[in-house]
């Protein structure tokens, strides 16, 4: 029992410490975002590396949901006559919660992990040190562009899976299900309002803000050699994963 | 010009540095020598100002450079280049920009004038042409003279090097020595190597101290170190396994 209740007081130990880093890295990342120089380039390249490369599997995700999403949505609404609500189920699920954290989630095996990988590997060939000792702050040439992109493009690519997902869901409905169009649209139209794309939006940039500072955390505090690049990846999804949806329960709770 | 006073570093509960005290002579090859795991990189990360040390001061110039400030820090920083164990070049750059990286940050040059001193640079160390391959594609020689290149791009006045030689043969190492001396002598800069490397101590050192548990045990020019009588420096020297130091 005494061990375990160590072994547990050392987990939270661990877990605080770590909570307190990257609290102390956003304050930097913070603060330096909104210092001179401000080098677009490096912001764009991260942008482009965050949103238009993991756009595909955006795609492939948010079309196969809201596909899945009419296919099971119909099964349970059927059953009370209400079919012509599948857009509407649709739409909401897609934009206040599927489509931010599906999207999240692709982003942080895609886009996080390869994140903290070229950040440990830097790490541990010195790389950091050495833009260090160029009087270079590691922080604001690797870590601002990082968290930028990340806030920025989230929210992008979750309108592109919400638009995706709500098209899967109308090919499936109209085409499959046999709803009518023009009801699946209507209904779709009279339903979703606007604040609720806003939250799944809103999600999506905190989503990316907490990928983005997790992977980097993790990618600055890789130790050793390639085994400790591979730990710092695994470590950067496991910990973007559960940010996300923790997040997403607090946001939820917040914004309901 | 640099001044080492009384500077301590542990880790946990391993005493890296126990009071360490050297002077470093302006334009002069100061090599500091010691068996692998005794806190020579530690030692160097201190004074470039990597390592905060847990007591102690680092004199450049009579100014203390461990309580600096950040951006005071950043200032001083721009005074020195740095040639790590592995040169740690940019993965995701070429050759070119490897070394102008310096530059592009510091200076409002134009790419045409970056890349005239950059081939300047490399041509230094020995390197024609290569200005467009990748990292990747260069021996560890090669990347250790365009880490040598890019350390001193920005002409500082002092040039630390981590481990110059170490993973590269005899010959490469020499020629490493070699680079060292035309370099330092062309720029008449301080320079500050670390080694376990006693050929490429010999061949570029004006002043060598030796680092042994935590402390400065030995020091001198060449001639001074090799007649010194220290058992540990000299088992050292020669590279016995019988002696003061054991091997664990």
């Not at chain 1, 304050?27 to 993991?54: D, W, Y």
């Not at chain 1, 070229?118 to 968290?147: C, F, H, W």
């Not at chain 1, 999600?203 to 050699?225: D, R, T």
């Not at chain 2, 070049?89 to 890349?115: C, Q, W, Y």
């Amino acid at each position: 029992m005494k061990d375990f209740l160590e072994s547990l007081g050392k987990k939270v130990e661990d877990a605080l410490l770590t909570a307190g880093r990257i609290g102390i890295i956003f304050g930097q990342v913070c603060h330096l975002a909104f210092t001179p120089p401000f080098k677009l380039r490096n912001i764009f390249r991260q942008m482009e590396f965050v949103g238009v490369n993991s756009l595909f599997i955006v795609l492939l995700t948010g079309s196969f949901t809201g596909m899945v999403l009419a296919m099971q949505s119909y099964i349970a609404l059927n059953k009370f006559g209400a079919e012509s609500l599948v857009g509407t189920t649709v739409a909401l699920s897609m934009t206040r919660e599927l489509g931010p954290v599906l999207t999240g989630l692709m982003v942080t095996g895609r886009a996080g992990s390869a994140m903290a990988t070229e950040l440990g590997t830097m790490r541990v060939s010195e790389q950091i040190d050495a833009l260090y000792t160029m009087a270079i702050n590691p922080v604001k040439y690797l870590i601002v562009p990082r968290v930028i992109a990340g806030v920025l493009m989230l929210p992008i690519l979750v309108i592109v899976a919400d638009l995706v997902g709500i098209a899967g869901g109308y090919l499936i409905g109209v085409n499959m299900l046999d709803i009518n169009s023009g009801v699946y649209m209507a209904r779709t139209e009279e339903y979703l309002q606007m604040s609720d794309i806003f939250n799944g939006l809103i999600k999506a940039a905190v989503f990316g803000l907490l990928i983005s500072l997790s992977a980097c955390y993790q990618g600055f505090n890789a130790k050793g050699g390639a085994e400790g690049v591979g730990k710092c990846t695994t470590q950067a999804v496991v910990m973007g994963s559960v940010m996300v949806l923790i997040s997403d329960f607090l946001l939820t709770t917040f914004m309901f | 010009m640099i001044k080492i006073r009384d500077l301590k570093k542990s880790f946990k509960t391993k005493i890296v540095l126990d009071g360490v005290n050297l002077d470093i002579e302006k334009g002069k090859i100061t090599v500091i020598i010691g068996r692998s795991g005794e806190g020579k990189s530690v030692f160097i990360k201190h004074i470039i100002g990597l390592i905060k040390p847990d007591s102690g001061h680092i004199y450049l110039d009579d100014k203390d450079i461990v309580s600096l400030s950040e951006s005071e820090h950043s200032s001083i920083l721009k005074r020195f280049g740095m040639l790590f164990q592995g040169a740690a070049l940019f993965d995701s750059m070429t050759v070119a920009e490897n070394v102008g990286f310096p530059l592009r940050e510091h200076t409002g040059l134009s790419s045409k004038d970056i890349l005239t001193t950059v081939k300047e640079k490399l041509r230094r160390v020995g390197l024609v042409g290569i200005e467009d391959l990748m990292p990747a594609e260069l021996s560890g020689g090669m990347k250790k003279r365009v880490g040598l290149a890019r350390a001193i791009i920005m002409d500082p006045e002092v040039v630390i090097f981590d481990e110059p030689t170490t993973g590269l043969d005899p010959v490469m190492s020499a020629n490493i020595g070699e680079l060292m001396l035309d370099t330092q002598k062309a720029l008449k800069t301080t320079y500050i190597a670390i080694t376990h490397d006693i050929a490429l101590t010999f061949r570029v050192a004006d002043y060598v101290a030796m680092l042994h548990e935590g402390r400065i045990i030995a020091e001198g020019t060449v001639e001074e170190i090799k007649n010194n009588p220290n058992p540990i420096l000299q088992q050292f020297l020669t590279g016995s396994t019988k002696g003061p130091l054991q091997v664990t």
